[in-house]
């Protein structure tokens, strides 16, 4: 961890220089809002971005691996079909083959998340 | 304007309650459109309502920890004005990896969701 940590120390000196003229999908405004929310109040706006830039990429992230296992379930869906006759489980997965309109749920993003270390449980009252 | 949301509130509450209600609400929207932005860039083209609420929760929790944790290493540090190093720590106590920050900052097709300001300057 050390030595990554001395690794990317020069990195994210670049980093922050480039952050002056950069706009994150966050606006500032917004990050500001939730920063002062916690009692954090920056002058710098670099600071504030460099925030927005990494919670923007973990979402990133959870949302590629998310689209993978779409992918992989919608793959494993149609190898199905084809073995059964599963109209029903077709249905299901929203996805289309050929169209390839992805449709982002909590069966797909619940594990995930467990990845990541957050734990998502629906409650049974919760419609 | 204050009266009806007053009465609404059974007015029992204080009129600054009800306006960071809506802030509140102001700022989970635009926090709602930045994770429909990061969706779409991935490659989704709809979403359930239910992962979008936990994704937006997931985002809001996240800034308000880094913000938490990291005003908790300056004034550990006797400052009150935090540094990069103070969000290094809370990334590193959070968790987050922020070697591929640069690279991602640099892709192709980012979206960028333009401030409420420029909403207003385009009306006029």
């Not at chain 1, 920056?42 to 919670?55: E, F, G, H, N, P």
């Not at chain 2, 992962?51 to 004034?75: K, N, P």
Request: charged share 20%; glycine share 10%.
């Amino acid at each position: 961890m050390a030595q990554g940590t001395r690794g990317s120390a020069a990195p994210l000196s670049d980093l922050l220089m480039q952050l002056e003229d950069y706009n994150p999908t966050i606006p500032d405004a917004v990050t500001s809002y939730y920063l002062n929310t916690a009692g954090f109040e920056a002058s710098d706006a670099r600071l504030v971005r460099l925030i927005s830039l990494a919670a923007q990429k973990f979402i990133s992230d959870i949302a590629n691996d998310a689209l993978q296992h779409c992918r992989m379930r919608s793959h494993q869906q149609g190898g199905g079909k084809q073995g059964s006759a599963g109209g029903g489980a077709a249905g299901a997965g929203k996805v289309a083959g050929k169209d390839k309109r992805y449709t982002l749920t909590m069966d797909d993003l619940a594990p995930v998340l467990a990845e990541y270390g957050v734990t998502v449980k629906k409650p049974h009252y919760y419609l | 304007m204050n009266t009806p949301t007053l009465a609404s509130n059974g007015g029992s509450s204080p009129p600054g309650v009800s306006s960071s209600n809506e802030t509140a609400a102001a700022h989970r929207r635009e926090l709602s459109v930045v994770v429909a932005c990061l969706l779409q860039e991935a490659g989704f083209v709809t979403v359930d309502k239910c992962a979008l609420g936990t994704l937006v929760e997931i985002l809001q929790s996240t800034l308000v920890e880094v913000g938490r944790t990291a005003r908790g290493y300056s004034e550990l540090a006797y400052r009150t004005q935090p540094v990069v190093a103070d969000i290094v720590l809370a990334f590193a106590d959070m968790g987050i990896n922020y070697d591929g920050l640069q690279a991602y900052s640099r892709r192709v097709g980012r979206s960028v969701v333009p401030p409420s300001s420029v909403q207003q300057d385009n009306k006029s």
